[in-house]
């Protein structure tokens, strides 16, 4: 019996053109993608408008209209849907940091966008701090998203700030007494502290003595004293 020899992949025909069932497969996948992302944002309305004690698949799945068995579909658990939000928008974040850090012309400045960009990454949407840093404390996330995605991206930025920094202590331009990581996490706590401060507040309908943006300039200052 003649050999039939190797056989095509599904995704193209001999012409090389994606076949009906990838294009199928393809556009299944596009569905779903969107349908996830629904079930994200509606869930992040949720928790915007409701807090933690609002938030259920009845209600995630009240705000995106659709059936609770579809929540169910691409998220088992509660804890689940919130790690999806906290990884998606923490990835966000990160993105915008390692942007300011590469963009600035010295480790001590770096130091200074890094924390003035996190600030205003969430400045005007305190609600998207408490989403990815707050509320998560309170519902819990699976483990799996914190080693895969969450520790992850935050180191991203920790290297990168950390690998300007030593540059501008082998330089001698890095005062005495002052260590690269620590400055890194410094920053870093510091533009969340600052972020927290106000999310809370905003959060009981508070208010602080000095604007966020204020609080931001002033906490710039002292990291520039770490110039030598």
């Not at 870093?188 to 999310?199: C, I, N």
Request: glycine share 6%; hydrophobic share 45%.
């Amino acid at each position: 019996m003649p050999s039939r020899g190797p056989r095509r992949p599904a995704s193209s025909d001999r012409s090389g053109t994606e076949s009906p069932e990838a294009k199928r497969e393809a556009r299944k996948a596009r569905r779903q993608e969107d349908r996830r992302a629904a079930l994200l944002e509606a869930a992040r309305e949720v928790l915007t408008h409701k807090g933690v004690g609002g938030l259920t698949m009845d209600a995630v799945a009240a705000a995106a209209d659709v059936s609770k068995p579809a929540v169910f579909y691409y998220f088992r658990t509660k804890e689940e849907l919130v790690g999806a939000l906290v990884a998606e928008q923490l990835e966000a974040e990160v993105e915008v940091l390692l942007r300011a850090i590469a963009a600035a012309p010295d480790g001590v400045e770096a130091l200074v966008a890094l924390l003035r960009a996190k600030v205003d990454f969430y400045a005007d949407d305190l609600a998207a701090f408490r989403v990815a840093y707050l509320w998560p404390q309170l519902i819990g996330i699976p483990p799996e998203v914190l080693l895969e995605r969450v520790y992850p991206a935050s180191q991203r930025v920790n290297e990168a700030l950390e690998a300007r920094l030593k540059a501008e202590a082998r330089e001698g331009r890095l005062a005495p007494g002052f260590e690269p990581r620590r400055l890194a996490n410094l920053a870093w706590t510091t533009a969340h502290g600052l972020l927290s401060l106000m999310a809370g507040m905003e959060q009981v309908g508070g208010g602080t003595r000095h604007t966020l943006a204020q609080l931001r300039d002033e906490a710039c200052l002292l990291l520039r004293r770490a110039r030598a």
